[in-house]
């Protein structure tokens, strides 16, 4: 694809290894093998690792296991760079084998503290490992602290920072009862939905428990013609820090998602679908049960008779009202759990439900992804005077082409490596994009060649 060429480097000279085959990692090998790098395609198995490297320029796959240090070390040493796209659990071994050969690495994952940990062996090693250069994070790094390091720049304050983030399927696409499709594995999207939350609001540090995270869900105005709700993600307590914003009161990063989402959610939490508890009659056997056994189990219902099984449902959870109790069963329903249908077993009802989810919400032909990134920063200038500021990135995916997260993902990793390569990004250590010197040629390079930006305005 002519708009992912790039003459960044001239020569064929450098090489990288490319770990993984996630549909992000085709973006970032196709940029990198037009631009004349030679990339190794790496996955435990080699049928995947061709499938990734078919028509990609100066591409060539191999079957590789990380776990075996010797075969990683020996791949680690043919090349300049390497690109670790596989399970964040990994990078670590990754990491030291890199520290091992004297290679630089790239990763589109939050610096965990395994990997924190070996900072200071790859500065003795002398290598850069580039970190959390994705969208979520990635991107939003790049234009928070734009905006901030300006405001402080000219002597104000950031009093508030929110910030959400969304991987959607475009609005027409969302035709479901929960409004989202997976492009990706449904599990880590359904667990997720379960990690308790901790953030800055007003001053304080408020905490919310994994099961009522649902329950904190509230409308997000961004723009008039998207009905979105927000909820916070994870822990945003150390971005006070990370962020140089001792001053803000309120920090919380969330996530988005359509209106409805979350009460769905909320209700599989409630009624036992979300668990990860292993049980008999969910193991895989030749004649798996139906729907409404299965159902009837994890609910302890007097029967798997439709009635018998609403009325559990309606015991172990709250609907705000009628309507709201009709748009959730007619959802359940749709899922099929009160179907006469087999399950696929997988262990426990977590896994269970996602066999099923997995194959009524994927993206159909000619649908299109969509992913929504905002900033919202409430200013204090230097003369005592405020203002909202909004740093916001809407994408949509290319039905015959890439999908809108792949392409966020993809692209600002191969600029990083690229920009390691060339020697723009040269700080040694475990890194990420907290710093003007790496985060402004990475900003004007994703801006310039691909189009890739937050568009800022001032709201009030």
């Known amino acids: 694809m002519s708009q992912f060429l790039s003459s960044i480097i001239p020569t064929g000279s450098k090489k990288v290894l490319l770990l993984g085959a996630g549909f992000v990692t085709r973006p970032t090998a196709e940029i990198l093998g037009e631009s004349g790098v030679g990339v190794t395609v790496a996955c435990r198995t080699l049928e995947s690792a061709k499938k990734l490297a078919h028509g990609i320029k100066n591409a060539h796959p191999i079957s590789l296991d990380v776990t075996k240090a010797d075969a990683l070390d020996a791949e680690v040493a043919k090349v300049d760079v390497v690109i670790s796209l596989i399970p964040y659990t990994y990078h670590a071994t990754v990491i030291k084998s890199a520290i091992r050969e004297k290679k630089n690495v790239v990763t589109t994952s939050y610096v965990s503290p395994a990997m924190m940990e070996l900072d200071k062996e790859a500065k003795e090693a002398g290598i850069t490992v ?25 002597g104000g304050k950031i009093k508030s920072f929110l910030s959400y983030c969304g991987g959607l399927p475009a609005p027409e696409a969302s035709n479901n009862p929960l409004g989202y499709k997976f492009s990706w594995s449904s599990r880590g999207v359904l667990l997720a939905l379960r990690n308790a939350a901790k953030f800055y609001k007003d001053g304080k540090v408020e905490e919310v428990p994994g099961p009522e995270l649902m329950g904190t869900a509230k409308p997000y105005f961004i723009y008039p013609g998207f009905a979105f709700v927000a909820y916070p993600n994870r822990d945003s307590t150390p971005y006070k820090e990370r962020y140089n914003i001792p001053e803000a009161d309120t920090i919380i990063r969330g996530t988005l998602r359509y209106q409805g989402f979350p009460e769905f959610v909320r209700v599989l939490v409630d009624i036992g679908f979300l668990s990860e508890d292993s049980h008999d009659f969910l193991q895989p056997s030749a004649n798996p049960p139906t729907w409404k056994e299965v159902t009837q189990k994890v609910l302890s219902a007097t029967s798997g008779k439709e009635s018998d099984l609403v009325w559990a449902i309606s015991s172990k959870t709250k609907f705000t009202d009628t309507a709201e109790k009709e748009r959730i069963l007619a959802g359940l329903r749709w899922i099929g759990l009160f179907s006469s249908d087999p399950i696929t077993p997988r262990g426990t009802p977590l896994d269970t439900l996602c066999a099923t989810l997995e194959q009524k919400m994927q993206y159909g032909p000619g649908e299109r992804d969509m992913v929504m990134l905002q900033h919202k920063f409430l200013i204090e200038k230097a003369d005592g005077s405020t203002e909202t500021r909004t740093s916001t990135l809407v994408e949509y995916g290319d039905p015959q ?9 993809g692209v600002p990793c191969a600029v990083a490596v690229q920009q390691v390569l060339n020697g723009t990004i040269k700080d040694k250590g475990i890194l990420a994009p907290m710093d003007p010197k790496i985060n402004d040629p990475l900003i004007k390079e994703l801006r310039e060649k691909y189009g890739i930006e937050c568009k800022e305005q001032v709201e009030a």
């Open 130 to 154: 580039m970190n959390e250069i994705g969208l979520d994070p990635g991107i939003d790094h790049l234009y928070a602290l734009k905006t901030i390091n300006e405001v402080h720049d000219a």
């Open 401 to 409: 082409g890439y999908s809108a997260m792949a392409r966020l993902v």
